[in-house]
């Protein structure tokens, strides 16, 4: 069963501001390259993508429960070292 995407109004206000197409909040959710564990409990899902010529990092910062994903923020960056733990 796929869980119920949600998008708080300040991370969808967020989101907007930092030009993330919502395609890439649901597609880093539901396909990520990788899972890491965020600050209270939270999950951080993470997917690469080329923005431009440059290859960027999109974080989506959510609360997971049994059905469903509240993302709280999310935000593309060019610091993949920072965030990718490699395989």
Known sequence: ????????????????QRKVP???IKETINSPDQIARGYMDRVVRQRKYIVGDKEMLLRVVAEEN???FIVITAYLTSRMERY???K
């Open 84 to 86: 990718r733990r490699e």
């Open 1 to 16: 069963m796929k869980k119920r995407i949600e998008i708080i109004p300040l991370a969808l206000k967020k989101i907007a």
């Open 22 to 24: 919502l395609s890439w």
């Open 66 to 68: 049994e059905d469903s």
